[in-house]
């Protein structure tokens, strides 16, 4: 039931970096796990990264060292900075509230990345 709205993503060439946000409304619960996940063309949605309450991160290992999630409590907002961005993390990025979106899910934001 959380409102969720993702921005920061566009058009970026192989190796550059995109730093997605997500806007939660009204406030999430502060122990509610935090997450971004996923959809290339043809593919399911699949989990990319999650925060949870005491800041304990777990990452998908295809973006492990190369993604970073992070949690802005006092502006209700959650963020992924992607770097080394590579072709195959072409896909519909997706902000969820809860453990695998429970709580609510944003609307999406696509990133692609060209070769």
């Known amino acids: 039931q959380v409102r969720l709205v993702e921005s920061g993503g566009g058009l970026v060439q192989a190796g550059g970096s995109l730093r997605l946000s997500c806007a939660a409304s009204p406030r999430p619960a502060s122990n509610y796990p935090m997450a971004w996940f996923r959809q290339a063309p043809g593919k399911e949605r699949e989990f990319v990264a999650r925060i949870t309450w005491s800041d304990t991160t777990y990452y998908a290992d295809s973006v492990k060292g190369r993604f970073t999630i992070s949690r802005d409590y006092a502006r209700n907002m959650l963020f992924l900075q992607m770097n080394s961005l590579k072709p195959e993390d072409t896909a519909v990025y997706y902000c969820?509230?809860?453990?695998?979106?429970?709580?609510?899910w944003g609307q999406g934001t696509q990133v692609t990345v060209s070769s």
């Open positions: 969820a509230a809860g453990t695998s979106g429970e709580r609510g």
